[in-house]
């Protein structure tokens, strides 16, 4: 990563073609263990990599691949172990997992009372947000469309 944040590219992108920031050969799209990044197309040679925002290249992060909880990357598991991601600040003790959803970590929702991450659960009364700290929080919020309705 380098600290070149000029504008990738200075004519419309209309071709598709994303020129390198360090050699400005075209920068091709890749899945990576930390989901989608863009990589340089003399690779090896280049070893310029940039992320993937919406399908473009970008010095910034996209929050979809970002841990809720301490905002390190996502890491998606090998396809052996399941479809699931986990926080790459695992080995630091940030124990983070999210399912998998369309190739990305799924969306995930902090409790307003502790801070730890929600689940969804099935009740008597249909679906609601629980708190992975139960039973040490017993914060629960109702569901609103997907989202805890807090
Ligand atoms: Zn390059
Ligand atoms: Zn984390
Ligand atoms: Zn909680």
């Known amino acids: 990563m380098t600290d070149n944040d000029k504008p990738i590219s200075d004519k419309p992108a209309r071709d598709k073609h994303y020129p390198c920031p360090e050699c ?3 920068m091709l799209r890749r899945e990576g263990k930390k989901g989608p990044f863009w990589g340089c197309s003399d690779f090896p ?4 990599t940039l992320n993937d ?6 010095t910034e992060i996209n929050e979809d691949y970002r ?10 598991a090998e396809a052996d172990k399941g479809e699931y991601w986990f926080c ?4 630091k003790g940030c124990k983070v997992r999210l399912a998998d959803h369309n190739g990305a970590p799924e ?6 009372k502790c801070g730890n991450l929600l689940t969804k659960r099935k009740g008597k009364h249909g679906e609601f947000w629980g708190c992975r700290s139960y039973p040490e929080c017993k914060a629960t919020y109702h569901d609103s469309e997907g ?3 807090f």
């Open 24 to 26: 400005r050969k075209p």
């Open 45 to 48: 040679k280049c070893r310029a």
């Open 53 to 58: 925002l919406h399908g473009k290249p970008s």
């Open 67 to 76: 841990c809720p909880l301490c905002t390190r990357q996502m890491v998606k």
């Open 88 to 91: 790459s600040g695992y080995s």
């Open 107 to 112: 969306p995930a929702f902090r409790c307003r």
């Open 147 to 149: 989202h805890p309705d």
